[in-house]
Nanobody, 120 residues
Framework: QVQLVESGGGLVQPGGSLRLSCAASGSIFSIYTVGWYRQAPGKQRELVAA???????NYADSVKGRFTISRDNAKNTVYLQMNSLKPEDTAVYYCNANRRTVLGQILDYWGQGTQVTVSS
């Protein structure tokens, strides 16, 4: 069983920066694809950024050029660097890890979330 713990959220002014961390219970990020999702008040969860095993990345249009996802396998940690933050970035941010087994089973795990609030 995989456990993920997010940290690094907080209150920041518009234009500021935060770095979120997602720490895994084991050495899983070398074999799992990882994504950051967020859920704002009154809205559905959405994908913010993802990184593949080959380190290719995808970003939501709303965060392109501002957010960067990265992985440190030695530390069993995935990061989301968030720059030029806007009030509309306010949400609970969740880390997700998933992979497909050789038998076709999809393994999917979520962290508990960390609150990001962008406000003056």
């Amino acid at each position: 069983q995989v456990q993920l713990v997010e940290s690094g959220g907080g209150l920041v002014q518009p234009g500021g920066s935060l770095r979120l961390s997602c720490a895994a219970s084991g050495s899983i990020f070398s074999i799992y694809t990882v994504g950051w999702y967020r859920q704002a008040p009154g809205k559905q969860r959405e994908l913010v950024a993802a990184i593949s095993l080959g380190s290719s990345t995808n970003y939501a249009d709303s965060v392109k050029g501002r957010f960067t996802i990265s992985r440190d396998n030695a530390k069993n940690t995935v990061y989301l660097q968030m720059n030029s933050l806007k009030p509309e970035d306010t949400a609970v941010y969740y880390c997700n890890a998933n992979r497909r087994t050789v038998l076709g089973q999809i393994l999917d795990y979520w962290g508990q979330g960390t609150q990001v609030t962008v406000s003056s």
